[in-house]
């Protein structure tokens, strides 16, 4: 599975944007999906998932703001990301769970769209 995205930008807090990641290639078992970031100097964190089974879920630090949603038709994942704050500045990365659920690690990555929110 190839994952692309795309959306990322520069935003004043409070701004709102919209991540995308399209998948291509064998995409029929892949029932996990997600949404992953990295800050310069600090370790990748997860942000959001979508479990075919188990539905959404988010990191604390960005539930009530984000929300995850999936387009099975168009084969592509989104972030809205809404009351956006300087510390959601990082690279998102969108990463897949092929031949399996939301219970292993992912095993495919995209190769990331930058965020950054300015005060």
Known sequence: ??????????????G???????ASGY???????????QAPGKKREAVAQIDSDAGPSY??????RFT?????????LYLQM???KPEDTAMYYCAARVGGYCDGPYNSWGQGTQ?????
């Open 1 to 14: 599975v190839q994952l692309v995205e795309s959306g990322g930008g520069s935003v004043q807090a409070g």
């Open 16 to 22: 709102s944007l919209r991540l995308s990641c399209a």
């Open 27 to 37: 995409t029929y078992s892949t029932y996990c999906m997600g949404w992953l970031r």
């Open 59 to 64: 990191a604390d630090s960005v539930k009530g």
């Open 68 to 76: 995850i949603s999936k387009d099975k038709a168009k084969n592509t």
């Open 82 to 84: 809404d009351s956006l």
């Open 115 to 119: 965020v950054t929110v300015s005060s």
